[in-house]
């Protein structure tokens, strides 16, 4: 190969769906925007997240409803403040049925902790890799309900541009999407009641987790 190995070409693949999908959703949250306001950043440096660092991000100042966009490991990770009538969508009977894995049995997330409905430590704080399971675009945050190019049964969720995916503010795939598995859910814990670390679990643990697609 010019101008490297065989073995960079992975990780330079990588580095370009990111760059495009980056450009992706940040086009999409600008129409998106609405009501609730959508906040991008990407701390801390790129060199200390490609190696796998754990990263910590302080969530003290967001507001429910607010999601954040931070990096970790060369990849974008969401963290969301989900409100009180967002968190009520999720057990909606009429979602529930029209979700592809409702209960999370396939192995998107790290362990039982985040196995269940919230898919998170905690019920309002939300984390989750922030691509697409079916060909790794990044999805659009979609809080509006029911807004009319999404139709009467969005209840608010994730929207992929590239290709239709649909998923839920618990990042469960809504069945008919392309995309087969819901979004993964990261190692992390709370550091503190402000604090999230990105990465780990308790003790340095499982830095090197892989779900089956991200």
């Known amino acids: 190969m010019k101008n490297g190995t065989a073995a960079d070409a992975p990780k330079n693949l990588q580095r370009r769906r990111f760059l495009t999908a980056a450009t992706t959703v940040v086009g999409g949250v600008i129409v998106g925007l609405g009501a609730i306001p959508f906040i991008r950043s990407m701390e801390p440096s790129v060199a200390s997240e490609a190696g796998g660092v754990p990263v910590d ?14 990096a970790w490991r060369s990849r974008p990770i969401w963290i969301l403040h989900r409100s009180a009538a967002q968190l009520k969508t999720l057990q909606d009977p009429k979602l529930v049925e029209t979700l592809k894995d409702p209960d999370s049995k396939q192995p998107q ?20 890799v922030a691509i697409c399971t079916h060909l790794g675009c990044i999805p659009n945050y979609r809080p509006q309900v029911a807004p009319p190019d ?12 590239c290709h239709g995916s649909r998923y839920d503010l ?14 993964p859910i990261p190692p992390y814990h709370h550091l503190s009641k402000t604090v999230v670390r990105i990465g780990s679990l308790k003790g340095g643990k499982d830095q090197n987790w ?3 697609i991200w």
């Open 57 to 70: 991000v302080d969530v003290s100042k967001l507001e429910p409803g607010q999601l954040i966009m931070v």
């Open 109 to 128: 997330q790290f362990g039982p902790p985040v196995a269940n409905w919230y898919r998170s430590l905690k019920p309002e704080l939300f984390v989750a």
């Open 210 to 212: 892989r779900p089956a």
């Open 170 to 183: 618990a990042a469960r795939v809504v069945d008919g999407s392309p995309a087969p598995l819901n979004i």
């Open 150 to 161: 999404l139709g009467p049964s969005w209840l608010g969720g994730f929207f992929c541009p």
